[in-house]
């Protein structure tokens, strides 16, 4: 198993024993949290939806706290390109495995809190194309970060960001 599954599946037994010792359903179908049943649902992964939802949610803010760093360097009159590289460096293992992020019953209807729309499953070819794409720009932006040339770096960080843009301008509820 890699450090990225690892990341999902160990927040996922803690959850797991925690459900067990207080989820216990009421008349309306929530649990002692508030949760649907749908929210406690097992998926193929052995994440519950709630799991699911709040790995993917915990990645994504990793990546645009990274994202930040970079911005914030890029803006700075001397910026640190050893702090670009580690969080350039980052973006493509905190995006590992994204196509998997998303299975059905993870979006609005479960109960869960999420910025995902109901689109990504109705169109989900052209969603898992924007996944790949940011992907490849964010191995690229790493790539040339490794480099240190901060005139390139921002070329591809802005390249990258536009992937972002662009799933985000469908396929999440706005920012």
Known sequence: MNT??????????????????????????????????????????????????????????????????????????????AIIQTAAASIPTETEGMADWFPEGTGPDSGVETDALPVIWESKEDFLAKATDMQEAAANLNSVAQAGDAAAIGEAFKATGGTCKACHDKYRLDD
Do not use: W, Y
Not at 25 to 31: I, Q, V
Not at 39 to 60: C, F, H, M, N, Y
């Open 4 to 81: 990225r599954n690892m990341k999902l599946v160990l927040p996922a037994i803690a959850g797991l024993v925690m459900l067990s010792a207080c989820g216990q359903n009421d008349a309306s179908g929530e649990n002692a949290e508030g949760n649907s049943e749908a929210a406690s649902a097992a998926l193929p992964s052995g994440l519950t939806v709630k799991e699911q939802i709040d790995a993917r949610q915990t990645a994504l803010k990793n990546v645009g706290k990274a994202f930040k760093a970079i911005s914030d360097q890029l803006k700075s009159d001397s910026p640190d390109i």
